[in-house]
């Protein structure tokens, strides 16, 4: 910082003056045999400056220090060190992995049922894979069940201008590239099932803010990128309070929100709560 760099002048500064004050004074008499050193009246004024300076370089420093305790954490790098720390990351991890287990092994008929209908109803494979942004910026491949054509992603700058969402999210009601199956799997949130296999490497979580993509980060302020501060995740306040009802600024502060009161007991809750979000369709599109 600047005011970093004027300290180190500062006290180089200093250190010149104290240099010169040791080596002003003069020898002014001798008496009895013994030099008496007398300093010049330029040394007086030197040691003052000197002084002064110093006061002020430790005053500076411990007001500098003050305002760096008291002023909220804005750095983006600060914020990137969220989440839980310790035991409760451990079984946070824990329970990810069993309960996504448990959920495949459950599911898998479902899954498979699903894709193939998937297959069946549109050419293209049945997951589809998508470049997300996940914890402290690092990109991952995200699992899908496929619920548009292939050509989605192709014509996706010709049908901007239908965006229905706000800030750097694109959304339309009647997305013209959904499938029949797909907008079936999208109202009832079957399409998010395969992510329990990146719940299962460690690139998502049960529970936090959902993964952005690339292009919509790049949007990003500072102050919504801190949302990336942990594990993206399946679900959180945003699924459970109305999904695609909720404007893009009231889905970053509920994200804040969960990071800021993340707990184990924080996340069963919006497990809970996710179940009946999801039964009645709430914002789903």
């Not at 909720?246 to 993340?262: A, G, H, K, P, S």
């Amino acid at each position: 910082m600047n005011w970093r760099k004027s300290l180190i002048s500062e006290k180089l500064g200093i250190l010149v003056l104290i240099w010169l004050l040791t080596i002003s004074p003069s020898l002014a008499s001798v008496c009895d045999g013994q030099a008496i050193l007398v300093p010049e009246p330029g040394s007086i004024l030197t040691l003052g400056l000197g002084a002064g300076g110093v006061i002020g370089y430790l005053m500076r420093r411990k007001r500098f220090s003050q305002q760096e305790k008291e002023e909220p954490v804005e750095d983006e790098e600060e914020w990137q060190e969220a989440g839980l720390k310790g035991w409760r990351a451990v079984a946070k991890r824990a329970i990810d992995i069993v309960l996504s287990l448990f959920a495949l092994i459950v599911l898998s008929p479902l899954m498979l049922l699903i894709a193939l209908a998937v297959k069946l109803d549109s050419p293209g494979p049945a997951i589809f894979k998508q470049a997300r942004i996940g914890k402290k910026g690092k990109p991952f491949t995200f699992y899908k069940f496929r619920s548009m054509h292939q050509n989605a992603e192709e014509i996706r700058a010709s049908l901007m201008h239908l965006n229905e969402a706000d800030g750097p999210v694109f959304k339309i009601k009647q997305d013209p590239r959904i499938t029949r199956v797909g907008r079936i799997l999208r109202k009832t949130s079957l399409d998010e099932l395969p992510q329990f296999f990146n719940v299962l490497k460690g690139d998502m979580s049960l529970v936090g803010p959902r993964p952005p993509l690339p292009c919509e980060v790049e949007r990003y302020t500072k102050y919504q990128r801190r949302r990336l501060s942990v594990t993206p995740g399946i679900t959180c306040i945003w699924q459970i309070s109305g999904r695609s009802d909720v404007t893009f600024d009231r889905w970053v502060e509920m994200d804040l929100e969960y990071i800021r009161n993340q707990s184990l007991l924080t996340d069963a809750i919006i497990l809970l709560k996710t179940i009946p979000a999801v039964l009645l369709q709430r914002g789903a599109r």
